[in-house]
Nanobody, 113 residues
């Protein structure tokens, strides 16, 4: 299983970024996929998840600003992040739970004030 995340970077508060995660080695279309993040000195937290049927759930802190989506043909999970805030600064991880949890390498998002 490989989860290759990309799209992080430095952006000013109020700006936007789009993260992508290319998955291989899994039956992508049948699994719930998720984005987590971990800020310095904080625990890793769930940002958003999307079921195989396309139902999405979001952390309260990102509702209305972030949108999770999946392309089952291209095997890509995405996270569109708008109206970014400094508190969104973290390493973002792509995640899938199969017989165990799998994590992508992580991509750093830095939001400056």
């Amino acid at each position: 299983v490989q989860l290759q995340a990309s799209g992080g970077g430095l952006v000013q508060a109020g700006g936007s970024l789009r993260l992508s995660c290319k998955a291989s080695g899994i039956n992508f279309g049948i699994n719930t996929m998720a984005w987590y993040r971990q800020a310095p000195e904080n625990q890793r937290e769930l940002v958003a998840e999307i079921s195989s049927g396309g139902s999405a759930n979001y952390a309260d802190s990102v509702k209305g600003r972030f949108t999770i989506a999946r392309d089952n043909v291209r095997r890509v999970l995405s996270l569109q992040m708008n109206s970014l805030k400094p508190e969104d600064t973290a390493v973002y991880y792509c995640h899938v739970a199969l017989h165990r949890e799998f994590w992508g390498r992580g991509t750093l998002v830095t939001v400056s004030s």
